[in-house]
C-alpha cells in the first residue's frame, strides 16, 4: 500500500520550493526594473499609410 503520508509531504515541500523560488524571481526582476534608467523613446516613422486604398 502506498505511503500517502509520504508522498503528501513529498509533494508538499517540492511545491513550497517552487514557490519560495518563484517569489525571489519576482523580487529580483522587479529590482532590476526599479533601478534600470528610463528607456530612450525612439519615434518611428511610417513606410505607408494603411488606410491608403489598394489600386486594384
Not at 525612439?42 to 505607408?48: C, G, M, Y
Request: aromatic share 10%; net charge negative; with cysteine.
Amino acid at each position: 500500500m502506498p505511503n500517502y503520508k509520504e508522498m503528501y509531504f513529498e509533494l508538499f515541500n517540492k511545491i513550497t520550493d517552487v514557490i519560495i523560488d518563484l517569489q525571489e524571481v519576482q523580487k529580483k526582476t522587479e529590482e532590476m526594473y526599479l533601478s534600470s534608467e528610463e528607456p530612450q523613446i525612439i519615434e518611428l516613422k511610417r513606410v505607408f499609410d494603411c488606410e491608403e486604398k489598394v489600386e486594384k
